[in-house]
């Protein structure tokens, strides 16, 4: 919680948190924290680590960055190419260990198996878990050897970690996530992003819609020009389309991006019910 | 157990959960299958949801089925620090396989992801001996423990 970037409703009330933990703006294009535009900003963002490592933290005391390869709970954001190669890089310079949070982002869920793969870069740990043991609760740390065998015996684990019946699930749910499911998963992102893509050009709501994959967010803004976040509409869509027959999550630190978070496996027929009530409930609005 | 429709168990709900454990919609699920969810009142929904990204493979898919039975009747629970058992050892293989990177890797398991996101800052304060910070991205959700 302490890593939680969103106070209300995550962190409100709760504190104090552990002390010396530091955020950095992320690559929000959409919303550019530097007010740039891409690519002309040269990915402004990673340069100005090196800002903050004069004037608010000194890189040396650094252990790690985390960064999720496409923000999940964060509004589903895909950082331009280039973005992380360039941050793996300031952090070689300064030896930073470089921690990717795949927890959402992968096991297919953006058409590979981690969507740190779509950047082509290596992190030194890897954190994974959701749609690893399909449904039940494991999640994974893995990194490069050297780094793992550091801590003593007995520094790591607990009663559960790795229980027996969620480590079989995750053993079937690998030998299923394989090229066919993968190549499935591409063509599903494919459709998912042509059908808000039209639905964007029919209603004025819908500001933007990014992904990777069939990891797709669609963010809701009450005027396209100023971008003002349409969060009461959102809830009121969600609303609408459960009422209708799909369930539908939304996310964001401004509450005002629709996300599709469904299994792989869902046929066309069943994507299309999906995209029809979703479009009605839109209308609606 | 007797069938309740979604209003007597949502009354149920109110009356012995907290509200901090929030619910985004007031159904309550009889059955999943594929990309399906059915409530207890025999409606059908099409799941965009995935219960928050967790079911890539669809819900109460045939080959995980199986394998849990199976698993079921072997053993559930010995506590990996206290007799080991193949499947943890096992997955932790092909995840050190397919995971990127073609140099030596290491895994071990959890219950969350709130737990490995901790446990990643753990062994990344260990192995720099930095023990004062990290440094995550501006990300909303992270886990519910105070740390991560």
Not at chain 1, 17 to 45: K, S
Not at chain 2, 17 to 23: E, F, I, K, S
Request: charged fraction near 20%.
């Amino acid at each position: 919680m302490t890593l939680t970037s969103q106070i209300k409703p995550y962190k409100w009330g709760f504190g104090p948190f552990c002390p010396e933990v530091y955020r950095m703006p992320f690559a929000y294009c959409y919303r550019c924290p530097f007010g740039l535009e891409y690519p002309a900003c040269q990915i402004y963002c990673v340069d100005y680590l090196e800002e903050f490592f004069i004037g608010t933290v000194a890189a040396d005391a650094v252990a790690a960055l985390i960064a999720e390869p496409v923000q999940g709970e964060g509004g589903f954001i895909v950082p331009p190419q280039g973005y992380f190669k360039k941050i793996k890089a300031t952090c070689e310079k300064y030896g930073i260990l470089f921690i990717m949070d795949e927890i959402q982002s992968g096991m297919g869920r953006t058409g590979k198996l981690f969507a740190c793969e779509h950047f082509d870069i290596i992190p030194d740990i890897i954190l994974s878990g959701k749609s690893l043991a399909a449904g039940l609760p494991l999640a994974g740390v893995t990194g490069r050897a050297e780094i793992m065998e550091m801590p003593h015996v007995g520094g790591l684990g607990g009663t559960f970690g790795g229980n027996p019946i969620a480590c079989r699930a995750g053993l079937a749910v690998l030998d299923l996530l394989t090229g066919e499911m993968l190549e499935k998963a591409v063509q599903l992102g494919e459709k998912i992003r042509a059908r808000l893509l039209n639905l964007q050009e029919q209603y004025e709501i819908i500001g933007d819609v990014r992904g990777l994959g069939p990891m797709v967010g669609m963010e809701l803004v009450r005027d396209r020009q100023s971008k003002e976040p349409a969060a009461d509409e959102t809830k009121e869509l969600v609303k609408r389309c459960h009422e209708k027959g799909l369930i539908v999550l939304s996310c964001g630190v401004y509450h005002n991006v629709i996300r599709t978070l469904m299994p792989l496996v869902i046929t066309d027929a069943q994507l299309e019910r999906g995209f029809s009530i979703l479009e009605e409930s839109l209308s609606e609005l | 157990m007797e069938q309740r429709t979604n209003k007597e168990l949502m009354t149920l709900r109110q009356e012995h959960v907290p509200p901090g454990p929030y619910n985004v919609t007031p159904i309550f699920i009889e059955r999943a299958k594929g990309a399906i969810i059915e409530d207890v009142e025999g409606k059908e929904y099409i799941d965009f949801a995935g219960g928050i990204g967790a079911e890539n493979v669809g819900h109460c898919a045939e080959q995980v089925v199986s394998i849990l039975k199976e698993q079921m009747e072997q053993y559930i629970h010995t506590c990996f620090h206290v007799v080991m058992y193949e499947p943890y050892v096992e997955l932790a293989r092909r995840m050190n396989g397919i995971t990127p990177g073609n140099s030596p890797k290491k895994t071990f398991f959890v219950n969350s992801g709130a737990e490995a996101v901790e446990n990643g800052v753990k062994i990344a304060r260990y192995a720099r001996q930095r023990g004062l910070p990290s440094l995550p991205f501006r990300t909303p959700f992270m886990g519910a423990p105070i740390w991560p």
